[in-house]
């Protein structure tokens, strides 16, 4: 007779490789599962300060307060609209409004939702500061090798260890990792550094111009306030830059060259400043200043990521360790943290944890593939073929953009008839 669910679960010795979004909801659902959790996140306790703001649907939130993964009051600003806007010489203060596109977001702050979900991995779970360096597949166990040289055996290891996973490398190491050819130039400023938050006070404004666009909306402020004074700014700026240009791009201050991301207030002056001065020529002045006024702001380049699975043996991917989109899929924490509940699911409703496995890799592969794709179409219309929106009006911008992105998601829903 086939073992029950959670005898499977309580049987269960589960290695976790990476503590952020993806990484502690993986631990928490699998600890409440009955399963003996080891997450091992190579960062000290910084991480929960790193984040700016982040978008997901809205009703991913109520499933995982519903989950009790965050807390039922978790401050967000729900936006119903993208207000697609151009900077015309009429209109350089504010920008000529081209179309309010339907949205479904939720703007949550990044730190909020990480202190939420790191306050449910119990902390003799959580081990910080240990970096893994290699992992190796046995028959029905996998060994974890540590920077100290030790090691730790599991059943089933899941590797939540971002965009540059060893975990993906070692499970397909012919997968390529694609750089879009633009990077985000993201910041924030608290609002009572505004000169007047009006513009900004509902949906998300979406700045295009040649060769990019700009996003800017209110998250709640580092404290999780949502009164108006006390909200933060988030904002971030699609650049192109070369390929051949991104080791310059990604070389800081002080001549450290970074892999994927610069740091806040790591980017050289004369960047930041070269940066700053385009923005006045691309964006309406209104935001600009928002930019000019921003502190330590910081830049990823874009990539993206499709995996021919989600596990191999005993060691599955989940969050950017599995496949990857480009941000303006709004998918980044949604992924990482449906991945991980899904994964809870299939050991719960599965009699063997092969069948588990099994079932949940042709889901998280087919559904998160497609958000790649998505991703992708929304890159091409919104980055690499930007039209010019001032010659547009909601009618031609919503017959351009139907054009390009066939996908629609929750948070970018059916077209207007
Ligand atoms: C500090 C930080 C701030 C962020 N802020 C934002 C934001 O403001 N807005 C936004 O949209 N997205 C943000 N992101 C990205 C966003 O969290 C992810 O895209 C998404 O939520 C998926 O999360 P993830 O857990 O899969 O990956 P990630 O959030 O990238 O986390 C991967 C984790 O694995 C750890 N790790 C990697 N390699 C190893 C190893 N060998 N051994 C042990 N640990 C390892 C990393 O230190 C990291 O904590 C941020 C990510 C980080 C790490």
Redesign the pocket.
Known sequence: MPANSNQIAKNLKIGV???????CTVAIELVRLGCDVTL????GDE?KD?????GVPPSVINTFISRDLVDADIPYFPATTFSRIWRTPEEHQYGYLAWDQPAQLAALN?GALYRNLRARVPNSVYRAN????SINQGDEQVALELADGSNAVFDLVVC???????GRQTLFPEVEVKYAGYVLWRGFLLENELDEWQPLDTGIRCLGYPGGHGIFYFVPGPNGSVERGERLVNWGMYVPVAESDIVEFLTDKSGKQWEGSLPPGAMPLQTERALKDKAYERIPDYYADILEKSPDTFAYSIYDCEVPAYRKGRICL????GA?AR?HSAA??L??MNDAVSLSDAIRTHTTLEDALTQWNIERTAANNRIVNFGNQLGRALVKEIPDWSKMNATSMEKWFTSIVTMQTEYLPAKID
């Open positions: 490789v990476g503590g952020s979004i993806a990484g091992f996140e190579r960062s991480l790193r984040g700016a703001g982040i990044w240990q970096r893994i360096v939540a260890d971002g965009y540059a996973s060893l989940a969050g950017d360790a990857f941000p980044g924490a992924k990482g």
